[in-house]
Nanobody
Framework: QVQLVESGGGLVQAGGSLRLSCADSGRTFRSSYAMGWFRQPPGKEREFVAVMNWSGRNTDYADSVKGRFTISRDNAKMTIYLQMNSLKAEDTAVYYC????????????????WGQGTQVTVSS
């Protein structure tokens, strides 16, 4: 069974940077396997942030983070990352990683596995 564990959240000043990690305990992957990041601001629904196929050939970003956030992976460590630069107060949220077997998607309900979440707080 695939299990995801997020880490790297914390408090950062506006304009600063933070890198989130998500470790995957799974041992079998297909080329269509995808891992993504979602976030849930206080009082709001969970929303799409970024996704990457395990091959690394395809990525997708929400317009709100494009040019500031970068998704990447480390195959040896079975880990994906979200590098967040030029952080804004509106980036404050609980960040979740998620995975699915059949390609990348922006839709929450398409994902098969979820982590527990890590809090990111951006102060001004």
């Amino acid at each position: 069974q695939v299990q995801l564990v997020e880490s790297g959240g914390g408090l950062v000043q506006a304009g600063g940077s933070l890198r989130l990690s998500c470790a995957d305990s799974g041992r079998t992957f297909r080329s269509s396997y995808a891992m993504g990041w979602f976030r849930q601001p206080p009082g709001k629904e969970r929303e799409f942030v970024a996704v990457m196929n395990w091959s690394g050939r395809n990525t997708d970003y929400a317009d709100s983070v494009k040019g500031r956030f970068t998704i990447s992976r480390d195959n040896a460590k079975m880990t994906i990352y979200l590098q967040m630069n030029s952080l804004k107060a509106e980036d404050t949220a609980v960040y979740y990683c998620a995975s699915r077997w059949d390609g990348g998607s922006r839709r929450v309900n398409d994902y098969d596995y979820w982590g527990q979440g890590t809090q990111v707080t951006v102060s001004s």
